[in-house]
């Protein structure tokens, strides 16, 4: 069956990697696409947002199932639409990738079904807020925009004045856009963090093998926010103890309650976790694979992509198991030196060759495009280079030693992805 993947970074060319290797997979086609899926999908012009014109062509192609792989589209509805159409179509509907979409609603959520989270309030008024911040709050205290902000529409505030700041910024002047029409203040959270991604049918949930994420933009959790400047799995912080109560406490709750709730979630549920010292709590739901978290899962993943997303789409996933190599996995993010503020773009790149034939390597593309024949950078983060190993020191070996071999020369990267391995 021929397959649309719908996104264009370094978590849509893992996707298509991984349904490049499934029985079922056909011609692979993605929207819009990037340099490097053009190895394994036709790539049309067709942006994530134009529902209608993704329905058209996946109607016109005969598509047999689409997988989106963004937020955007998913929060938008894109689902919904498909289906409308009677299009086949793997993601959350758009009640319920508010799971994703309104951190306000998945605090709420939380809240009534009793699953573990910070503390929090939400508010609409900026004037409310900060009454709240001044009279009740304990420092450090962490606002975050309700909405998408690609992923940097959290502060961290140490002191009240700080905090006075964070509302301006988000809900005066909404440097987050309309993501910051409501906010959400927090209790402060200390532990590790690990993302543990999860296919879900509405009832029954499978978690994937775990993953941790380096979110700032600088070495030793420095400097600002990104989208995540790489990753590595499994965690050696999520043992078979800490998965067995967040399947009690938290995976399987959050299906319940979203079914519950008229929701049913079918897709992907990310759960980005904060192992505390009161065990673990929920920090973010997303509705979508994370990126990078993503392209070190999947290649571990042993499972045919295709035939566990049927099965999500079915309502069959209680007759599937997972299954991972026994590996690890590293990915190190080269970004355009300036990332996440400003840098330049379409600079020529080179190396991609050196990945040719070597298993266990894998060059995936996050904003690259092709101008006058050659690949250019197109993006903040230009590339995720993964690395599998026996084990999670050797995945990190290779992933750097990989690192040098594709040039560009606003080159940049962290330098301790998985450091965090010494101290398990
Ligand atoms: P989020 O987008 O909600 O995952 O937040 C981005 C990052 O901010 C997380 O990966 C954490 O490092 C940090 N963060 C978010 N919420 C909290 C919290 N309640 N306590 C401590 N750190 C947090
Ligand atoms: N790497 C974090 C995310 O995908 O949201």
């Given at each position: ?31 819009p696409g990037n340099a490097g899926i053009a190895e394994y999908a036709e790539c049309v012009p067709i942006g994530a947002m134009e529902f209608d014109k993704l ?370």
């Open positions: 069956m021929d397959i649309l993947i719908v996104g264009s970074g370094g978590r849509e060319h893992a996707i298509a990697w991984s349904v490049s290797r499934s029985r079922s997979a056909g011609k692979i086609y993605c929207a329905a058209d062509f996946a109607a016109e192609k005969n598509i047999g199932l689409t997988i989106v792989g963004m937020d955007d589209p998913l929060v938008g509805g894109i689902v919904d639409v498909f289906e409308e159409r009677g299009l086949r179509v793997f993601g959350p509907r758009r009640n319920a990738a508010i799971l994703e979409g309104s951190k306000a609603f998945s605090k709420d959520l939380m809240k009534k079904y009793g699953i573990p989270t910070a503390a929090y309030e939400n508010f609409d008024d900026p004037e409310k807020a900060l009454d709240y911040l001044r009279n009740k709050a304990k420092f450090p205290i962490v606002l975050k925009a309700d909405g998408l902000a690609l992923g940097k529409g959290v502060l961290i505030c140490s002191s009240l004045s700080e905090a006075e700041e964070g509302v301006k910024t988000i809900m005066e002047d909404k440097k987050f856009g309309s993501a910051g029409n409501r906010m959400v203040v927090e209790e402060f959270m200390t532990g590790r963090e690990v993302s543990v991604l999860s296919f879900v049918d509405g009832k029954t949930i499978r978690p994937m093998t775990s993953a941790q994420d380096h979110k700032r933009a600088e070495d030793g959790d420095k400097g600002l926010n990104t989208g995540g400047m790489g990753t590595f799995s499994p965690s050696p912080f999520y043992t078979d103890e800490i998965d067995r109560i967040c399947m009690d406490t938290i995976f399987q709750p959050t299906v319940d309650a979203m079914a519950a709730e008229g929701r049913p979630f079918k897709g992907i549920i990310f759960f980005g976790l904060m192992l505390t010292e009161e065990g673990p709590k929920v920090l973010e739901y997303n509705a979508r694979f994370g990126d990078p978290e993503a392209q070190v899962v999947l290649p571990r993943m042993k499972t045919d992509i295709i035939e566990v997303m049927e099965a999500c789409i079915d309502g069959t996933l209680d007759q599937t198991e997972l299954e991972f190599e026994d590996n690890a996995a590293v990915c190190v993010v080269l970004a355009s030196e300036g990332y996440p503020v400003s840098y330049e773009k379409n600079i020529p790149m080179s190396g991609f060759d050196n990945f040719a034939g070597k298993e266990g390597y894998y060059c995936f593309h996050a904003g690259t495009k092709f101008l006058d024949g050659r690949i250019v950078t197109n993006g903040g983060r230009v590339v995720g280079i993964t690395a599998t190993g026996k084990d999670l020191k050797e995945a990190r070996a290779n992933a750097y030693q990989a690192t040098e071999w594709i040039e560009f020369s606003n080159k940049y990267m962290r330098h301790d992805i998985g450091k965090a391995i010494d101290e398990a």
